[in-house]
Protein backbone atom coordinates (compact mmCIF):
# COMPACT_ATOMS: atom_id res chain seq x y z
CA UNK A 1 0.00 0.00 0.00
CA UNK A 2 1.66 3.52 -0.94
CA UNK A 3 2.94 5.57 1.92
CA UNK A 4 0.37 8.50 0.54
CA UNK A 5 -2.44 6.84 1.26
CA UNK A 6 -1.24 6.50 5.24
CA UNK A 7 -0.72 10.27 5.06
CA UNK A 8 -3.81 11.23 3.31
CA UNK A 9 -6.24 8.93 4.82
CA UNK A 10 -4.97 6.40 8.04
CA UNK A 11 -3.24 9.56 9.83
CA UNK A 12 -6.81 12.00 10.00
CA UNK A 13 -8.54 9.03 10.84
CA UNK A 14 -6.40 7.72 13.75
CA UNK A 15 -6.32 10.78 15.05
CA UNK A 16 -10.08 11.52 15.26
CA UNK A 17 -10.03 7.67 17.06
CA UNK A 18 -7.42 9.83 19.48
CA UNK A 19 -9.26 12.70 20.17
CA UNK A 20 -12.66 11.10 20.61
CA UNK A 21 -11.02 8.42 23.19
CA UNK A 22 -9.95 11.55 25.04
CA UNK A 23 -13.36 12.83 25.30
CA UNK A 24 -14.36 9.87 26.63
CA UNK A 25 -12.03 9.27 29.21
CA UNK A 26 -11.36 12.20 30.16
CA UNK A 27 -12.97 12.53 33.95
CA UNK A 28 -16.28 14.44 33.68
CA UNK A 29 -17.14 17.14 36.07
CA UNK A 30 -20.26 18.60 36.31
CA UNK A 31 -20.11 22.52 37.40
CA UNK A 32 -23.26 24.43 36.84
CA UNK A 33 -23.78 28.07 37.82
CA UNK A 34 -24.97 29.29 41.22
CA UNK A 35 -28.34 30.59 39.99
CA UNK A 36 -29.14 26.92 38.60
CA UNK A 37 -28.92 25.37 42.31
CA UNK A 38 -29.95 27.84 44.57
CA UNK A 39 -33.25 30.39 44.89
CA UNK A 40 -32.50 34.07 45.99
CA UNK A 41 -34.49 35.04 48.93
CA UNK A 42 -37.55 37.31 48.23
CA UNK A 43 -37.34 36.14 44.18
CA UNK A 44 -40.21 34.22 43.75
CA UNK A 45 -43.87 34.08 42.23
CA UNK A 46 -47.09 34.85 44.23
CA UNK A 47 -50.45 32.33 43.47
CA UNK A 48 -53.37 34.38 43.22
CA UNK A 49 -56.78 33.24 43.55
CA UNK A 50 -60.49 34.72 42.57
CA UNK A 51 -64.23 33.60 41.99
CA UNK A 52 -65.52 34.32 38.14
CA UNK A 53 -68.62 33.16 36.14
CA UNK A 54 -68.15 32.52 32.23
CA UNK A 55 -70.97 33.43 30.19
CA UNK A 56 -71.92 32.73 27.04
CA UNK A 57 -71.36 28.87 26.85
CA UNK A 58 -73.83 26.59 24.43
CA UNK A 59 -75.82 24.92 26.43
CA UNK A 60 -72.95 23.60 28.27
CA UNK A 61 -72.61 25.36 31.31
CA UNK A 62 -74.17 24.75 35.21
CA UNK A 63 -77.85 23.84 35.80
CA UNK A 64 -79.17 26.56 38.46
CA UNK A 65 -81.31 24.19 40.18
CA UNK A 66 -78.09 21.74 41.12
CA UNK A 67 -75.18 25.01 41.14
CA UNK A 68 -77.32 27.78 43.61
CA UNK A 69 -74.04 29.77 43.90
CA UNK A 70 -74.01 30.34 39.82
CA UNK A 71 -77.68 31.49 40.30
CA UNK A 72 -76.81 33.52 43.26
CA UNK A 73 -73.45 35.17 41.56
CA UNK A 74 -75.77 35.86 38.09
CA UNK A 75 -78.38 37.67 39.94
CA UNK A 76 -75.95 40.24 42.04
CA UNK A 77 -74.56 40.50 39.05
CA UNK A 78 -77.29 41.71 37.00
CA UNK A 79 -78.64 44.03 39.97
CA UNK A 80 -75.07 45.65 39.97
CA UNK A 81 -75.99 46.27 35.98
CA UNK A 82 -79.41 47.34 37.08
CA UNK A 83 -81.67 44.09 36.68
CA UNK A 84 -83.67 42.68 39.09
CA UNK A 85 -84.16 38.60 38.59
CA UNK A 86 -85.17 38.25 42.30
CA UNK A 87 -88.47 36.92 41.88
CA UNK A 88 -88.24 36.03 38.36
CA UNK A 89 -87.19 32.31 37.40
CA UNK A 90 -83.82 32.02 35.86
CA UNK A 91 -83.30 28.80 33.82
CA UNK A 92 -80.19 29.16 31.44
CA UNK A 93 -77.34 26.54 30.91
CA UNK A 94 -74.98 29.29 29.38
CA UNK A 95 -73.20 30.50 32.86
CA UNK A 96 -71.01 28.49 34.77
CA UNK A 97 -69.24 29.55 38.33
CA UNK A 98 -65.57 29.10 38.06
CA UNK A 99 -62.33 29.12 40.02
CA UNK A 100 -59.54 31.83 38.26
CA UNK A 101 -55.71 31.23 39.45
CA UNK A 102 -52.92 32.91 38.43
CA UNK A 103 -49.04 33.08 39.71
CA UNK A 104 -48.15 36.26 40.17
CA UNK A 105 -44.18 36.51 39.06
CA UNK A 106 -40.97 38.89 40.87
CA UNK A 107 -41.27 42.41 40.18
CA UNK A 108 -44.06 42.13 38.40
CA UNK A 109 -45.00 45.64 37.70
CA UNK A 110 -48.47 47.53 37.58
CA UNK A 111 -50.19 47.21 33.62
CA UNK A 112 -48.51 44.32 33.10
CA UNK A 113 -50.23 40.62 32.06
CA UNK A 114 -50.23 37.48 33.11
CA UNK A 115 -52.22 34.14 32.08
CA UNK A 116 -54.92 32.77 34.41
CA UNK A 117 -56.46 29.17 34.26
CA UNK A 118 -60.18 29.05 35.02
CA UNK A 119 -62.22 25.74 36.11
CA UNK A 120 -65.68 25.31 36.73
CA UNK A 121 -67.14 24.85 40.28
CA UNK A 122 -70.89 23.21 39.04
CA UNK A 123 -71.20 20.91 36.97
CA UNK A 124 -70.90 22.41 33.66
CA UNK A 125 -70.05 20.36 30.93
CA UNK A 126 -67.64 22.67 29.33
CA UNK A 127 -66.14 26.12 29.05
CA UNK A 128 -65.56 25.67 25.38
CA UNK A 129 -66.24 29.35 23.85
CA UNK A 130 -67.36 30.94 27.26
CA UNK A 131 -66.07 34.38 28.39
CA UNK A 132 -64.92 34.99 31.82
CA UNK A 133 -65.98 38.46 33.27
CA UNK A 134 -63.83 40.94 35.31
CA UNK A 135 -62.87 38.89 38.51
CA UNK A 136 -60.86 40.49 40.55
CA UNK A 137 -57.70 38.11 42.05
CA UNK A 138 -56.33 37.90 45.65
CA UNK A 139 -53.38 37.20 47.35
CA UNK A 140 -52.99 35.22 50.47
CA UNK A 141 -53.31 38.92 52.17
CA UNK A 142 -56.73 39.18 51.24
CA UNK A 143 -55.34 41.75 48.74
CA UNK A 144 -56.73 42.18 45.12
CA UNK A 145 -53.24 42.34 42.92
CA UNK A 146 -54.65 41.36 39.52
CA UNK A 147 -57.94 41.47 37.45
CA UNK A 148 -58.74 38.92 35.10
CA UNK A 149 -61.17 39.05 31.78
CA UNK A 150 -61.27 37.45 28.53
CA UNK A 151 -62.48 33.78 26.29
CA UNK A 152 -61.42 30.68 27.63
CA UNK A 153 -58.95 28.52 25.36
CA UNK A 154 -59.80 24.82 26.55
CA UNK A 155 -57.98 23.16 23.91
CA UNK A 156 -60.30 20.31 24.32
CA UNK A 157 -61.94 18.51 21.23
CA UNK A 158 -65.26 16.87 21.60
CA UNK A 159 -68.09 15.89 19.39
CA UNK A 160 -71.46 13.36 19.78
CA UNK A 161 -73.80 11.53 18.07
CA UNK A 162 -77.96 11.26 17.72
CA UNK A 163 -77.43 7.62 19.15
CA UNK A 164 -76.07 9.78 22.37
CA UNK A 165 -72.43 8.53 21.95
CA UNK A 166 -69.99 10.80 22.25
CA UNK A 167 -66.19 11.02 22.39
CA UNK A 168 -64.00 14.07 24.51
CA UNK A 169 -60.20 14.87 24.42
CA UNK A 170 -58.84 17.08 26.83
CA UNK A 171 -60.84 18.59 29.76
CA UNK A 172 -63.06 20.82 28.43
CA UNK A 173 -64.33 21.85 32.43
CA UNK A 174 -60.70 23.76 32.73
CA UNK A 175 -59.03 26.35 30.08
CA UNK A 176 -56.86 29.16 30.27
CA UNK A 177 -56.85 33.04 29.15
CA UNK A 178 -53.43 34.08 27.50
CA UNK A 179 -52.59 37.34 29.09
CA UNK A 180 -55.87 37.59 30.80
CA UNK A 181 -55.11 39.27 33.82
CA UNK A 182 -53.76 42.45 34.24
CA UNK A 183 -51.68 43.39 37.30
CA UNK A 184 -52.92 45.91 39.42
CA UNK A 185 -50.53 46.35 42.43
CA UNK A 186 -46.81 45.41 43.22
CA UNK A 187 -46.08 43.47 45.77
CA UNK A 188 -43.52 46.39 46.79
CA UNK A 189 -40.30 43.92 47.65
CA UNK A 190 -37.21 45.88 46.47
CA UNK A 191 -34.32 44.43 46.54
CA UNK A 192 -31.81 46.94 46.00
CA UNK A 193 -32.05 48.38 49.47
CA UNK A 194 -31.49 45.20 50.96
CA UNK A 195 -28.32 44.47 53.60
CA UNK A 196 -27.98 40.59 53.35
CA UNK A 197 -29.40 38.09 50.11
CA UNK A 198 -29.88 34.47 51.31
CA UNK A 199 -29.56 31.99 48.54
CA UNK A 200 -31.50 28.83 49.40
CA UNK A 201 -30.47 25.35 47.86
CA UNK A 202 -32.44 23.73 45.78
CA UNK A 203 -31.16 20.54 46.69
CA UNK A 204 -29.82 20.94 50.58
CA UNK A 205 -26.32 19.83 51.08
CA UNK A 206 -23.16 20.49 53.84
CA UNK A 207 -20.63 20.10 50.67
CA UNK A 208 -22.52 21.95 47.97
CA UNK A 209 -22.93 25.30 50.65
CA UNK A 210 -19.81 25.17 51.98
CA UNK A 211 -18.67 25.10 48.05
CA UNK A 212 -20.96 28.04 47.20
CA UNK A 213 -19.64 30.21 49.69
CA UNK A 214 -16.31 29.68 49.11
CA UNK A 215 -16.82 30.47 45.44
CA UNK A 216 -18.32 33.52 46.06
CA UNK A 217 -15.76 34.56 48.93
CA UNK A 218 -12.94 33.20 46.19
CA UNK A 219 -14.02 36.55 44.27
CA UNK A 220 -15.18 38.93 47.37
CA UNK A 221 -13.49 38.00 50.26
CA UNK A 222 -15.33 38.04 53.19
CA UNK A 223 -18.86 38.74 51.53
CA UNK A 224 -20.48 34.81 52.00
CA UNK A 225 -21.29 32.36 54.78
CA UNK A 226 -22.62 29.12 54.83
CA UNK A 227 -25.54 28.86 57.46
CA UNK A 228 -26.82 25.75 57.60
CA UNK A 229 -26.58 22.92 54.56
CA UNK A 230 -29.45 24.76 52.82
CA UNK A 231 -28.75 28.59 53.06
CA UNK A 232 -25.87 30.82 52.14
CA UNK A 233 -25.69 34.41 53.62
CA UNK A 234 -24.39 36.64 51.38
CA UNK A 235 -23.51 40.61 52.13
CA UNK A 236 -22.92 43.22 48.69
CA UNK A 237 -19.07 44.48 49.25
CA UNK A 238 -18.69 48.42 50.17
CA UNK A 239 -19.76 50.61 47.42
CA UNK A 240 -22.15 48.01 45.21
CA UNK A 241 -25.64 47.53 45.33
CA UNK A 242 -27.22 43.75 45.94
CA UNK A 243 -28.38 43.43 42.23
CA UNK A 244 -24.98 44.64 41.37
CA UNK A 245 -23.53 42.23 43.44
CA UNK A 246 -26.18 39.16 42.66
CA UNK A 247 -25.36 39.85 39.12
CA UNK A 248 -21.96 39.03 39.73
CA UNK A 249 -22.44 35.94 41.33
CA UNK A 250 -24.70 34.31 39.81
CA UNK A 251 -22.81 33.14 37.45
CA UNK A 252 -20.07 31.15 39.45
CA UNK A 253 -19.53 27.97 38.74
CA UNK A 254 -19.69 25.78 41.50
CA UNK A 255 -20.00 21.72 41.75
CA UNK A 256 -22.89 20.57 43.25
CA UNK A 257 -22.60 17.56 45.79
CA UNK A 258 -25.16 15.07 47.37
CA UNK A 259 -25.65 11.80 48.74
CA UNK A 260 -25.82 8.75 47.28
CA UNK A 261 -29.30 7.80 46.52
CA UNK A 262 -31.13 5.40 43.95
CA UNK A 263 -34.34 6.86 42.76
CA UNK A 264 -36.79 3.95 41.47
CA UNK A 265 -40.29 4.11 39.79
CA UNK A 266 -42.00 1.24 40.73
CA UNK A 267 -44.80 1.74 37.95
CA UNK A 268 -42.71 2.41 34.65
CA UNK A 269 -39.79 0.32 35.91
CA UNK A 270 -37.37 3.10 36.42
CA UNK A 271 -34.06 2.77 37.76
CA UNK A 272 -32.04 5.84 38.42
CA UNK A 273 -28.94 6.08 40.34
CA UNK A 274 -26.38 8.99 41.46
CA UNK A 275 -22.72 8.64 40.78
CA UNK A 276 -21.49 7.95 44.42
CA UNK A 277 -23.96 4.84 44.32
CA UNK A 278 -21.79 1.66 45.84
CA UNK A 279 -21.98 -1.96 46.18
CA UNK A 280 -20.17 -3.65 48.75
CA UNK A 281 -19.21 -7.01 47.68
CA UNK A 282 -22.13 -9.27 47.60
CA UNK A 283 -23.12 -12.17 45.61
CA UNK A 284 -26.56 -12.57 43.91
CA UNK A 285 -28.43 -15.26 42.32
CA UNK A 286 -31.40 -14.80 40.33
CA UNK A 287 -34.28 -17.15 38.65
CA UNK A 288 -36.98 -16.41 36.50
CA UNK A 289 -40.47 -18.47 37.56
CA UNK A 290 -43.46 -18.35 34.93
CA UNK A 291 -46.82 -19.76 35.46
CA UNK A 292 -49.13 -19.96 32.55
CA UNK A 293 -52.18 -21.14 32.75
CA UNK A 294 -54.10 -22.01 29.64
CA UNK A 295 -57.87 -22.50 28.94
CA UNK A 296 -59.42 -24.89 26.53
CA UNK A 297 -63.20 -24.77 26.80
CA UNK A 298 -64.84 -28.51 25.29
CA UNK A 299 -67.94 -29.41 24.60
CA UNK A 300 -69.63 -32.52 26.17
CA UNK A 301 -72.16 -34.27 23.79
CA UNK A 302 -75.24 -36.47 25.53
CA UNK A 303 -76.10 -39.93 24.77
CA UNK A 304 -78.10 -40.42 21.62
CA UNK A 305 -81.74 -40.89 22.79
CA UNK A 306 -80.68 -39.73 26.43
CA UNK A 307 -82.37 -36.81 28.18
CA UNK A 308 -78.92 -35.19 28.93
CA UNK A 309 -78.35 -31.90 27.20
CA UNK A 310 -75.18 -30.24 25.53
CA UNK A 311 -72.96 -28.54 27.92
CA UNK A 312 -69.61 -26.41 27.13
CA UNK A 313 -66.97 -28.44 30.05
CA UNK A 314 -63.43 -25.78 30.79
CA UNK A 315 -60.47 -27.69 30.98
CA UNK A 316 -57.38 -26.28 32.60
CA UNK A 317 -53.76 -26.77 32.02
CA UNK A 318 -51.86 -25.39 34.36
CA UNK A 319 -47.49 -25.26 34.01
CA UNK A 320 -44.67 -23.92 35.55
CA UNK A 321 -41.41 -23.24 33.92
CA UNK A 322 -37.95 -22.49 36.27
CA UNK A 323 -35.34 -21.63 34.78
CA UNK A 324 -32.47 -23.67 35.13
CA UNK A 325 -28.65 -22.94 35.07
CA UNK A 326 -28.38 -19.43 36.90
CA UNK A 327 -25.31 -19.01 39.01
CA UNK A 328 -24.40 -16.72 42.17
CA UNK A 329 -22.43 -13.57 40.56
CA UNK A 330 -19.95 -11.67 42.61
CA UNK A 331 -21.18 -8.02 42.50
CA UNK A 332 -19.51 -5.14 44.16
CA UNK A 333 -16.54 -3.18 45.29
CA UNK A 334 -16.45 -1.21 41.82
CA UNK A 335 -14.83 2.21 42.40
CA UNK A 336 -16.73 3.79 39.50
CA UNK A 337 -21.07 4.13 38.66
CA UNK A 338 -19.76 2.57 35.25
CA UNK A 339 -18.24 -0.51 36.73
CA UNK A 340 -21.02 -1.08 38.80
CA UNK A 341 -23.38 -0.29 36.17
CA UNK A 342 -21.59 -2.69 34.04
CA UNK A 343 -22.38 -5.57 36.75
CA UNK A 344 -25.55 -4.97 37.33
CA UNK A 345 -25.94 -5.65 33.40
CA UNK A 346 -24.05 -8.89 33.48
CA UNK A 347 -26.88 -10.50 35.48
CA UNK A 348 -29.06 -9.97 32.42
CA UNK A 349 -32.29 -9.17 34.18
CA UNK A 350 -34.97 -6.89 33.40
CA UNK A 351 -35.05 -3.28 35.26
CA UNK A 352 -38.18 -4.75 37.35
CA UNK A 353 -36.49 -7.71 38.23
CA UNK A 354 -33.50 -4.78 39.17
CA UNK A 355 -35.17 -3.00 41.28
CA UNK A 356 -35.94 -6.31 43.36
CA UNK A 357 -32.41 -7.12 43.53
CA UNK A 358 -31.17 -3.60 44.61
CA UNK A 359 -34.40 -3.41 47.35
CA UNK A 360 -32.75 -6.72 48.04
CA UNK A 361 -29.22 -5.41 48.34
CA UNK A 362 -30.02 -3.12 50.42
CA UNK A 363 -31.93 -5.36 52.64
CA UNK A 364 -28.46 -7.17 53.23
CA UNK A 365 -26.58 -4.04 54.10
CA UNK A 366 -24.20 -3.92 50.75
CA UNK A 367 -25.95 -1.13 48.92
CA UNK A 368 -24.32 2.14 50.04
CA UNK A 369 -27.08 4.54 48.87
CA UNK A 370 -30.41 5.41 50.15
CA UNK A 371 -33.51 4.10 47.76
CA UNK A 372 -36.17 6.32 47.37
CA UNK A 373 -39.22 4.96 46.02
CA UNK A 374 -41.57 7.53 43.59
Known amino acids: MPRSFFRTVLRPAL ?29 RENQLIGYGIVVGLNGSGDSLRNAPMTKQSLEAMLERQGVNVRDGNLNTKNTAAVMVTANLPPFSAAGSKVDVTVSTLGDAKSLLGGTLLVTSLQGADGQTYAVAQGTVQTGSVSAGGASGSSITKGVPT ?34 TARRVADAINQKFPG ?81 PFSQGQTAVV ?45 QAVKAAGALQADIEVM
Not at 174 to 200: C, K, W
Open 15 to 43: AAFAAVACLVAAPAFAKSRIKDIVAFEGV
Open 174 to 207: AGRIAGGGVIERETGFQMVNMDIMRLTLRNPDFT
Open 223 to 303: CAQAQNPTIIATRAPPGMDMISFMTNIENLEVEPDGPAKVVIDEVAGVIVMGDDVRISKVAIAQGNLTISVQESPAVSQPA
Open 314 to 358: PQSTVKVDEEKGKQLLTLGGSPSLKSLVGGLNALGVTPRDMISIL
